[in-house]
């Protein structure tokens, strides 16, 4: 009995992340992206789960809006951080900025592909919200 309830579980997160990837293919193929295009396909290229993309967008905007100097409560919202994230993200908030090489440590307690997938999530992040600024640059 126990060994089919895994055989499930282990079938439904294959679906989860087979549902994603095709997300985000298709939203690679959109005539007209969203500026979000450029951080679901490092993510796509990274094997992340919807979750854990989720997760990454949550955690590099909680830091983005920490940096720009808003008071963040990292444990809000209906998905949770695992507790060496909330713990890394808490530590770090005890300074006044935190640094790339300290979201990446973070980003790394639950994306897989160690340095390079953290690095390659937070280049995209950085280019998105370069895209963002330029254009409600140009919109005021």
Known sequence: M?????????LERRIEYLSAQVERLVELQSSFPSPMTIFRK???LAALTFEQEA???????????????EKV??????????KETVD????????????SE????????????????????LEAW???????????GELH
Not at 2 to 10: F, K, M, S
Not at 55 to 69: D, P, Q, W
Not at 126 to 136: A, F, H, M, Y
């Open 2 to 10: 126990g060994e089919n309830l895994d055989n499930v579980a282990a």
């Open 42 to 44: 490092a993510a796509m």
């Open 55 to 69: 997760l990454a967008r949550k955690l590099l905007g909680a830091v983005h809006a920490f940096n720009n100097g």
């Open 73 to 82: 409560d990292i444990n809000q919202g209906l998905l949770p951080f695992p």
């Open 88 to 99: 890394l993200f808490n530590e770090c908030a005890d300074k006044e900025e935190i640094d």
């Open 102 to 121: 300290e979201v990446k440590g973070m980003l790394k307690t639950f994306v897989p592909g160690g340095d390079g997938a953290a690095q390659s999530l």
């Open 126 to 136: 950085e280019i998105v919200q370069s895209k963002l600024q330029r254009s409600d």
